[in-house]
């Protein structure tokens, strides 16, 4: 069963434009981890952000920001004065914290970004 | 530098002949894990491995092998490779304990005819 959903498949702007990405999990871990990666046109992964289940802080880092709600298993991320350089495919991804789960890391389908000048 | 190298970067087979792609980091890590990324399915973890000589099924092993005898290298091995297989393959390392980010390599682009 599909454990992280990115129901946007794609989302386009103009470049200033704030654009915000939905992440909803799905687990019956009370300690698990939450990651974003990107993909830019050029093919690699890169890290963004991890936190784990019990910090629910909000975090800024520059024009990315991120919105943890355990509430309604969501961590959703905001790019604030989108540019043309944030384009890129953006991943969330779920870690458990249990023996069976334990190495296992299961993506999204991934929400591509674009952003026009 | 810190990194994740995947060899070879493209590959083009047939099917059943089969094939390895080499996997090396040079951070030490004790984790690394085997993805393959397709359309609309975003990346699914193949096989992972704990630390030397220990090994786990991912989300979708068939069809695949692995092997984990020193702690730099993880390869990736299709005994009989299928067109189904054809996808973008990336290796990944991360320090063990908690859940850690991981780093990735650039990725291994597969087809099989």
């Known amino acids: 069963a599909q454990k992280v959903t990115q129901a946007q498949t794609e989302i386009s702007v103009v470049e200033k434009e704030d654009v915000t990405l939905d992440c909803v999990y799905e687990?019956?871990?009370?300690?698990?981890?939450l990651f974003w990666y990107k993909q830019p046109p050029s093919g690699e992964l890169v890290f963004l952000i991890r936190r784990n289940s019990f910090d629910e802080q909000n975090e800024i880092s520059g024009r990315y920001s991120w919105n943890f709600q355990k509430s309604t298993s969501s961590f959703n991320f905001t790019i604030t004065a989108s540019q043309v350089v944030d384009s890129a495919v953006y991943f969330c991804?779920?870690?458990?914290?249990?023996?069976?789960?334990?190495?296992?890391?299961?993506f999204g389908a991934g929400t591509q970004v674009v952003v026009t000048p | 530098e810190a990194q994740v190298t995947q060899n070879p970067r493209y590959l083009i087979t047939v099917t059943g002949k089969k094939l390895t792609v080499t996997c090396s980091q040079n951070?030490?890590?004790?984790?690394m894990s085997w993805y393959r990324q397709d359309p609309g399915l975003g990346l699914r973890q193949i096989y992972y491995s704990m630390n030397v000589e220990v090994t786990d099924k991912g989300d979708v092993p068939e069809g695949y092998k692995v092997s984990r005898k020193e702690k730099r290298n993880f390869p990736l091995i299709l005994e009989s490779p299928s067109p189904n297989q054809t996808s973008l393959y990336f290796c990944?390392?991360?320090?063990?304990?908690?859940?850690?980010?991981?780093?990735f390599g650039p990725g291994t682009r597969l087809t099989v005819t």
């Open positions: 951070m030490n890590h004790e984790y």
């Open positions: 990944a390392s991360s320090r063990t304990g908690l859940p850690h980010e991981q780093y």
């Open positions: 687990t019956r871990d009370t300690t698990y981890y």
């Open positions: 991804a779920l870690s458990e914290v249990t023996t069976d789960s334990w190495g296992k890391l299961q």
